[in-house]
């Protein structure tokens, strides 16, 4: 199954966008431009997705216009992706099998077969807590309804999707930047002073951990060999 469209909504630095997508798609831009963050938005929807109370967003995963505004009152994150067959890429009979029985596949009037995933994401002021939900589209962008839970599970295994981390990522990997210690760092109520002091002590660990782990040298070496 081949990915052909994906429409994000305040997802981290993206306010709104909408992507067809090819065979190959190649995304560029200097940093800091939104291309991981498409990426982790298909990661999110694609990997890391599960049963409905499990929420795979953070809250800084939410897009925040400007520096007084917090991820409790941020508009919903929205994430939708469009699976589509091709006249010379058909999908086999056990695969539409399978989707029809799933209750997700759409076939439009050219007889192409179509799957849409939304996943939404929101804070809940009654529970205090961010909860999300995945639904299947028809061919309007309507939800789906009487679709089994077991879908989603269904569109996984059909799905080949491999996220490589960035090698500039694998260098901060222990840094306050890094996932270890971030949310603590964006979530605490710590002064000024005191978090820029914990950032520059990880900071320092995590050049330690770098330096001595011998697979980041053996990395750089293959990188100057090629």
Known sequence: MRITAVQIENFRGISSLGLDLGRVT???????????????ALKRCLQDLGHRRRVVFEAMDFHLPDTAAEPSTAD???????????????????????LNRAKVLQVDDDGRNHVRLRVECQYDEATREFVQDWSFLDLNGE???????RALSTLQDALRFYYLTALR?????????????RPFLNDSQLSPDRKAEIESRLQEVNQLVVSSHVSFEQVRTGLRRV
């Open 143 to 149: 939800r789906l309804s009487r679709v089994p839970s």
């Open 26 to 40: 190649v995304l560029i831009g200097e940093n800091n431009s939104g291309k991981t963050s498409v990426l982790d």
């Open 169 to 181: 990522d694998a260098g901060s990997h222990f840094s306050a930047g890094g996932r270890f210690w």
């Open 76 to 98: 919903p994150i929205k994430i939708a992706v469009t699976f589509s067959d091709e006249p010379d890429e058909e999908w086999d009979d056990a695969l539409v099998a399978r």
